[in-house]
């Protein structure tokens, strides 16, 4: 069965072809006339999907060495994401399935991250087995989800302000980085002292206000940026050039090590021994270090896609397809599906 995916929830249009649930191809166009505006305009971002959706769909298609009518199923996000974005991918995606009369399947943005572990590219490649974490992290969100084997979970916790992402991008701009700046900080990290600085760490047991963490399983991500902030405008632009590389590293060890804290605390609680970490922030290289040194020190699994499918990707929305289809949902010939704005509508999770 070959199902074509579809993915334009921001500002990456993608589309990949999986068949037997496994990539066979999978293109991903990133938009950078944002760079200047220091975010995503959504109007400029469904301007590029409107422009580019078409070409990235044939590349992929040709990239799989099928024809169109060789397509059985088409998927696409239907959300969240930006409303005009996504409309771009879900009406083309709708508008393809009903010109080839086959079967079209809505797939919800988060939830394709939280199952992108489950991506096969080889022989060797497989998912988390039974009940695992998931930490998802983005520039949109921070999630904690319990998921068990028959694909339903629970949010476990949740950011209460700002996402991971948007912390790495705010206050990476505060610096005078390019957007996005999160790449930009990995990058200087590497050569500059995690511990030059030490920012706050919220609703953790380091948090100078550990009193209210007691195990709280959301994350803020607020305050970080107002002392990033503060710290930055008490300096010289000298001092900021000179320790750039350090202030990066310290900003960056603040979000991670919450970001780790978090994620193992949930699965010692829950006696759950498997962890997945996904979204485009997985792709950070001290994430997944630091991930990794935490999990072999507590016996853990650690699951994490390879960095092409951390960020938005289309190969996650057909492979969520795939994994539905196999677990009995019925593919309908619909092509009437609206755009929803939240994790809650078109998901499995539960309570």
Same mark, same amino acid.
């Given at each position: ?246 202030? #990066?590293?310290? %900003?960056?060890?603040?979000?991670? $090590? ?5 994620? @193992? +605390?949930?699965?010692? &609680? *829950? ?29 853990? #699994?650690?699951? %994490?896609?390879?960095?092409?499918? $951390? ?5 996650? @929305? +057909?492979?969520?397809? &795939? *994994? ?28």
């Amino acid at each position: 069965m070959n199902i074509l995916g579809i993915e334009t929830s921001c500002d990456e249009t993608s589309a990949a072809v999986v068949s037997g649930g496994r990539v066979l191809s999978n293109v991903v166009s990133s938009q950078h006339c944002h760079s200047g505006f220091g975010g995503v305009v959504p109007e400029l971002a469904s301007r590029e999907h409107e422009r580019m959706i078409v070409s990235i769909v044939d590349a992929t298609v040709t990239e799989a060495n099928i024809r169109k009518k060789d397509i059985d199923i088409i998927a696409a996000t239907a959300g969240p994401g930006l409303i005009g974005a996504v409309m771009v991918g879900l009406c083309f995606a709708q508008g393809l399935a009903y010109a080839l009369d086959i079967p079209f399947v809505p797939v919800n943005h988060i939830e394709a991250h939280i199952f992108s572990p489950f991506i096969v590219e080889g022989p060797d490649s497989r998912g988390p087995e039974g009940r695992f974490i998931s930490m998802t992290v983005s520039g949109g969100h921070t999630l904690l989800a319990a998921v068990h084997p028959d694909m339903t979970y629970e949010v476990i916790g949740r950011t209460i302000d700002d996402a991971a992402g948007e912390a790495f991008d705010k206050t990476g701009k505060m610096l005078g980085l390019p957007y996005p700046a999160g790449p930009e900080i990995d990058r200087l990290a590497k050569q500059g002292n995690p511990f030059f600085h030490e920012f706050p760490r919220a609703l953790t047991s380091h948090s100078q206000t550990s009193r209210n963490y007691r195990g709280n399983t959301d994350f803020s991500f607020s305050g970080l940026k107002t002392s990033v902030l503060t710290y930055v405008q008490k300096q010289t632009p000298e001092f900021i050039e000179r320790h750039l590389a350090d202030i #990066a590293a310290s %900003i960056q060890h603040a979000i991670v $090590s919450v970001l780790v804290e978090k994620t @193992i +605390a949930a699965a010692k &609680n *829950l006696g759950i021994r498997s962890v997945s970490v996904a979204g485009g922030v997985s792709a950070n290289s001290a994430l997944r270090k630091a991930m990794q040194e935490a999990c072999m020190r507590e016996g853990l #699994a650690l699951h %994490i896609p390879g960095t092409r499918y $951390s960020t938005d990707n289309a190969a996650m @929305i +057909a492979t969520l397809a &795939n *994994l539905k289809l196999s677990k009995g949902m019925k593919a309908e010939r619909r092509y009437d599906i609206a755009p929803f704005a939240s994790l809650e509508s078109g998901s499995n999770r539960k309570g």
